[in-house]
């Protein structure tokens, strides 16, 4: 992957969770998004990105990621670098009834959400620059792989 980054909304959860004992999310989405909107630091909301379209093996939100260690499934911690990283399992879209996506542009973007009932609404934390743009052709699949969080002290 070409690239990652933490949204403000991820630092500042992350610092609400540890320090302040505020509540966490018990569950995740990883969604698929085209290149029309770079996510950014301050992405806040998954409607503020173009998702791929849904169908054929990806259904619109993306896929449910749980808090637990199956799915962050390698924690790291580097005193070398300065620096820790968790990453999740690896993540397979398999196109059944035709491509992924079911039409229009490919998945740019790869993004970490919150489970917010609402598509829309749900809290970005967290996106992967795939690259380039992806599509699959039906019977093949979309494989995320490796997608990790650093965290680091700053040079």
């Known amino acids: 992957m070409a690239g990652h980054g933490w949204t403000n909304t991820l630092k500042a959860a992350v610092l609400g969770h ?33 998702e791929i379209a849904a169908g054929n093996g990806y259904v619109s939100g993306g896929m449910a990621i749980a808090r637990d260690s199956d799915d962050f499934d390698t924690l790291t911690q580097d005193d070398n670098g300065d620096q820790a990283m968790i990453y999740l399992k690896n993540l397979v879209w398999s196109a059944s009834g035709g491509p992924i996506p079911a039409s229009g542009d490919g998945a740019r973007y790869a993004v970490l959400t919150d489970a917010n009932a609402t598509v829309g609404s749900r809290i970005v934390y967290h996106w992967w620059d795939l690259a380039e743009n992806r599509s699959v052709a039906d019977g093949n699949n979309l494989t995320l792989v490796d997608a990790g969080i650093k965290i680091g002290e700053p040079s």
Not at 26 to 31: D, K, L, Q, R
Request: net charge negative.
């Open 18 to 50: 540890f320090f302040r004992g505020s509540g966490a999310p018990t569950s995740f989405y990883v969604a698929l998004c085209t290149a029309a909107t770079e996510p950014t630091a301050d992405t806040e909301t998954l409607s503020e990105l173009t």
